[in-house]
């Protein structure tokens, strides 16, 4: 089946700081890859996406690169802001009729 | 515009009353879905609607009745429902079930 393993967190962090969270993943076929991102007490919204091997979606300074070799979709942003303090969602469809497989999520806080 | 609206923000029930949750969306996307979201933890996945009509049910209680009227609305009927049932529900619409899914705001619902 599918699945998306997340790196643990929480991940505390000072503004400026460069961001690395780490997402792989096991997929039937070849799966669409998702950054959603969840500010305190909001719904989810879409970050980025990639549906193929090598994209790279990107979004608000975040990025991530679909690594088909590595099963890997890794997200990145160069100089963190203390709003960019939210929980962030790894996931992945596998397309037609398929369901959208999340990670467990990871909480980062930016501190000033 | 990816947008989706819902409503009420915030709900307070009592384990004998019935309510509503509502959902819109104006993109013309023919896939609707309800999650269910605890603290801390990935959506869930619910009910997943394809052009109106009931696709996915998983195994919910039939204490939650989901309804959908026409393409842009989505109706969360709740009847009966227990304290471990708190938690923010959320809405979600995609051009067809499989595709990139935008989530609403949710619903974040407190049963006493």
């Known amino acids: 089946g599918n699945s998306v393993t997340q790196m643990e967190g929480p991940v505390t962090l000072s503004e400026e700081a460069f961001l690395t969270i780490n997402c792989t993943y096991t997929a039937t076929g070849y799966p669409s890859l998702f950054w959603y991102v969840q500010y305190p007490g909001e719904g989810l919204q879409l970050l980025l996406k990639a549906t193929k091997a090598d994209d790279k979606g990107s979004n608000k300074g975040f990025e991530a690169t679909y690594r088909k070799e590595t099963t890997s979709f890794h997200l990145e942003k160069g100089s963190v802001q203390v709003s960019d303090s939210a929980v962030y969602f790894c996931?992945?469809?596998?397309?037609?009729?398929?369901?959208?497989?999340f990670g467990k999520g990871i909480t980062l806080s930016v501190r000033p | 515009d990816t947008e989706v609206t819902q409503t009420p923000k915030h709900l307070v029930m009592g384990m004998t009353n019935k309510k509503s949750l509502k959902c819109e969306q104006h993109?013309?996307?023919?896939?609707m879905y309800w999650y269910k979201q605890k603290a801390k933890k990935p959506p869930e996945l619910m009910f997943v609607y394809s052009y109106e009509k009931l696709s996915i049910n998983e195994s919910v209680p039939s204490r939650f009745s989901p309804e959908c009227p026409n393409s842009s609305l989505l109706n969360l009927h709740l009847h009966a429902l227990q304290p471990e049932d708190s938690a923010l529900y959320l809405c979600?619409?995609?051009?067809?079930?499989?595709?990139?899914?935008?989530f609403g705001p949710g619903t974040r619902l407190l049963v006493l």
């Open positions: 996931a992945l469809s596998t397309g037609a009729n398929s369901k959208l497989t």
């Open positions: 979600a619409s995609s051009r067809l079930v499989g595709e990139t899914q935008y």
């Open positions: 993109m013309g996307h023919r896939a």
